[in-house]
Nanobody, 124 residues
Framework: VQLQASRGGSVQAGGYLRLSCAAS????????MGWFRQSPGKEREFVAA????????LYADSVKGRFTISRDNAKNTVLLQMNSLKPEDTAVYYC??????????????????WGQGTQVTVSS
């Protein structure tokens, strides 16, 4: 599976950005997807996940109510709409394909393919 994330960007606090991640190489609609992020000096952390059909989602507490994950299986794309951005949202964002199985959605070990990462910078 190859994952290509869209370009991130720089915004001021309170602004918004939308990230997309296009998948190729496998039947995209069979797999759950997730977004993670990593800030300088910190470990990569879970942001959001979505089930194979979009019927279930999970969010980190830090982004709940501000970020929305969605997917378009016809376009093999998963989206992350980020509103009310804060400086602490500054990070490299990664999309990932989740393994089929029962691993917790918010753990890195549940994912076996990763995109290259895209920088999001939020200034105060």
């Amino acid at each position: 599976v190859q994952l290509q994330a869209s370009r991130g960007g720089s915004v001021q606090a309170g602004g918004y950005l939308r990230l997309s991640c296009a998948a190729s190489g496998r039947p995209f609609s069979r797999y759950g997807m997730g977004w993670f992020r990593q800030s300088p000096g910190k470990e990569r952390e879970f942001v959001a996940a979505i089930s194979w059909n979009g019927g279930s989602t999970l969010y980190a507490d830090s982004v709940k109510g501000r970020f929305t994950i969605s997917r378009d299986n016809a376009k093999n794309t998963v989206l992350l709409q980020m509103n009310s951005l804060k400086p602490e949202d500054t990070a490299v964002y990664y999309c990932a394909v989740r393994r089929i199985g029962g691993a917790p959605w918010d753990g890195e070990t549940a994912y076996n393919y990763w995109g290259q990462g895209t920088q999001v910078t939020v200034s105060s």
